[in-house]
């Protein structure tokens, strides 16, 4: 079965660039989980969706981040403008309903702002 | 965001013993996931903990979940290199999908 697909891998960009990192959930699954990875903070969650709407996006650091998720089976999570502090792998998990089904990532965009 | 609080932060340790760590936290949990992050890939779910005192094992691998829901280890047998990698607790409260996850155990194991 095909997992959660991320794209791109990496990605190396210039402070004040657009950035849009893409992902695919496994098909069937209903939630889709946006994280941030940083040796500092650990893993932290940005955004979760529920059958494509947003229902916490608490963790979102700032306005520059915004997060879509048009279909059951692709979201996005877009930084604009980007910042170097912006700079850590990017993970997209999802999971399906029910009570405590474990979340699945993906391998994940290691994001670099210079 | 909270973090649990995972410990060792790392371990060395040669092939062959066996590895323990643990999570603990504060706050209730009602569900404990053990997650193992090789370099450059995603977690990945190793072992899922739904009840209090409930012990599971998959393989080598072996965790519990505390009883005060607050606290849950996970073991690993017989260690091999393959077992290199980094070590991930996480905790879920409830009916909230939201997962908390510890900072991680790096584990290294010398052939």
């Known amino acids: 079965d095909a997992g959660v697909i991320q794209s791109p891998r990496h990605e190396v960009t210039e402070m004040g660039q657009e950035v849009t990192l893409r992902c695919k959930p496994i098909?069937?699954?209903?939630?889709l989980f946006w994280y941030r990875q940083t040796m500092m903070r650990g893993l932290e969650l940005l955004i979760y969706f529920n059958n494509n709407v947003p229902i916490d996006d608490s963790g979102m650091p700032e306005d520059r981040f915004s997060a879509k998720m048009p279909n059951a089976s692709f979201s996005t999570l877009k930084i604009q403008p980007s910042e170097p502090r912006d700079s850590a792998v990017y993970f997209c998990?999802?999971?399906?309903?029910?009570?405590?089904?474990?979340?699945?990532f993906g391998d994940g965009t290691r994001l670099s702002i210079l | 965001g909270q973090q649990l609080n995972q410990s060792p932060q790392s371990m060395f340790i040669q092939e062959g013993e066996d590895v323990s760590m643990n999570c603990t936290s504060s706050?209730?949990?009602?569900?404990w996931l053990w997650y193992k992050q090789d370099p450059g890939e995603g977690p990945v779910l190793l072992i899922a903990l739904y009840k209090a005192g409930e012990l599971t094992s998959n393989g080598r691998l072996t965790a519990q979940f505390g009883i005060t829901r607050k606290d849950s280890f996970l073991n690993i047998s017989a260690s091999i290199p393959s077992d290199v990698g980094i070590y991930f607790c996480a905790g879920q409260r409830g009916s909230n999908y939201k997962l908390t996850f510890g900072k991680g155990t790096l584990l290294t194991v010398n052939p």
């Open positions: 706050s209730i949990f009602n569900t």
């Open positions: 998990a999802s999971s399906s309903s029910g009570g405590g089904q474990p979340q699945h």
């Open positions: 098909s069937g699954h209903d939630y």
